[in-house]
């Protein structure tokens, strides 16, 4: 995820749904209408089409056999699946990458840190996210696998919707000490613990979202 200038309408309008999507601004199940997108946004149909098809492909809006769209749903199962899917793609890139680490890594995984727990700290569901994910992007993309980061990425705006419906809860914390840990174990030159600290990140958080985010269905 990422807080530049988007290059055309499109990836704009990509955006500016995709964050609205994953802060719960736009709740699962909203109809989504391409005219009134348009007119809301300021531009053409044809960037808002595009934009639902993208968000598609990237499972955050649902397009049913008669063409009307939703903003997908959210439910246990499906995100306890997705938690498995982010955590094979996630701790594969993670256990290819650790090596490589610098002690230039390891500084920009402090920056990204920091960056995390202070946007919790502010409320800001979105800057949380970002820097989160690019603590795992660092690592993954020292193994130098740029086609298993493509595939994360896809995933990436999925998890941050259930990350998003935690923002009240203790859930963030298992990612902050988590991430503390893990640049402790780096810095002291552990990096096969740090992989195992990072793969109880995903066993930990996937318990407690199973035990607390969906216990009223």
């Known amino acids: 995820m990422s807080y530049a200038v988007p290059p055309t309408r499109?990836?704009?309008v990509v955006r500016q749904l995709r964050?609205?999507?994953?802060?719960?601004?736009?709740?699962?199940?909203?109809?989504?209408?391409d005219a009134e997108l348009a007119s809301r946004l300021g531009v053409s149909i044809t960037p808002v089409r595009e934009a639902i098809a993208q968000l598609s492909v990237e499972g955050l809006i649902d397009i049913a056999p008669n063409r009307t769209r939703h903003v997908t749903r959210v439910t246990q199962k499906n995100a306890l699946e997705l938690i498995?899917?982010?955590?094979?793609?996630?701790?594969?890139?993670?256990?290819?990458?650790?090596?490589?680490l610098t002690?230039?890594?390891?500084?920009?995984?402090?920056?990204?840190?920091?960056?995390?727990?202070?946007?919790?700290?502010a409320g800001?569901?979105?800057?949380?996210?970002?820097?989160?994910?690019?603590f795992s992007t660092i690592v993954i993309l020292a193994?130098?696998?740029?086609?298993?980061?493509?595939?994360?990425?896809?995933?990436?705006?999925?998890?941050?919707?259930?990350?998003?419906?935690?923002?009240?809860?203790?859930?963030?914390?298992?990612?902050?000490?988590?991430?503390?840990?893990?640049?402790?174990?780096?810095?002291?030159?552990?990096?096969q613990g740090a992989l195992a600290r990072y793969r109880q990140?995903?066993?930990?958080?996937?318990?407690?979202?199973?035990?607390?985010?969906f216990d009223d269905l």
């Open 124 to 134: 800001n569901v979105l800057a949380a996210g970002a820097a989160g994910a690019d």
């Open 84 to 100: 498995d899917v982010m955590s094979v793609l996630a701790c594969a890139g993670f256990e290819w990458g650790v090596d490589n």
């Open 103 to 121: 002690e230039t890594h390891i500084d920009l995984l402090r920056q990204r840190q920091k960056e995390f727990v202070e946007a919790l700290r």
């Open 10 to 12: 499109t990836a704009a």
């Open 19 to 33: 964050n609205e999507i994953v802060t719960g601004e736009l709740p699962p199940g909203t109809l989504i209408k």
């Open 201 to 213: 990140i995903y066993v930990d958080y996937r318990d407690r979202v199973e035990r607390e985010l």
């Open 143 to 191: 193994s130098g696998n740029r086609e298993l980061q493509s595939m994360v990425d896809l995933v990436v705006a999925r998890t941050m919707r259930i990350l998003a419906m935690t923002a009240e809860s203790g859930l963030w914390h298992i990612w902050i000490e988590g991430h503390d840990a893990i640049i402790d174990l780096l810095e002291a030159g552990d990096t």
